[in-house]
């Protein structure tokens, strides 16, 4: 199993913002720190907005902010928000499989998932703030990627 690159970034926009709490986060700032698309980005902030996990200020001067406190942001909950959670065509809505209704994968991958969002939720955004991570990300900083190329 593996995040979408929309959960990836999710998740990095969260821990950016946790970070940056002080002031309003831009995603122009966001993306060029971690050297992602700026557009792509824009959709991961509009779905983080629409699940409460952000706060989007609008305006001059506006920008993102957490919806809660990162210890009130749960990491399980995050996931099931941001990813498909269709590992395998059975789990959808749109099944063609002939051999569905005898099949037991689908129960198989979903205990699987089951207990990987059940771990996932033993973990808060506050978990994932550690002093390295605050370090690189907390503003003003040049990009990531600009320090590393010196």
């Not at 005898?102 to 205990?111: E, K, V």
């Amino acid at each position: 199993m593996y995040l979408t690159q929309h959960t990836d970034y999710g998740l990095r926009v969260l821990v950016y913002t946790a970070v940056n709490d002080d002031a309003l986060a831009n995603i122009g700032t966001i993306a060029d720190t971690y050297g992602i698309s700026k557009s792509h980005l824009m959709k991961v902030v509009t779905a983080l907005v629409k699940g409460g996990f952000l706060d989007s200020v609008r305006g001059k001067g506006g920008g993102l902010k957490l919806a809660r406190a990162p210890e009130h942001i749960n990491i399980g909950a995050v996931v099931r928000h941001l990813e498909p959670m269709q590992l395998v065509e059975c789990m959808g809505d749109n099944n063609q499989c002939l051999i569905t209704p005898g099949c037991r994968l689908a129960g198989i991958i979903g205990g699987a998932m089951k207990a990987f969002l059940n771990y996932l939720d033993g973990f808060t955004l506050a978990d994932l703030l550690n002093k390295p991570t605050c370090d690189l990300l907390y503003l003003p900083k040049i990009s990531i990627l600009a320090e590393n190329r010196l």
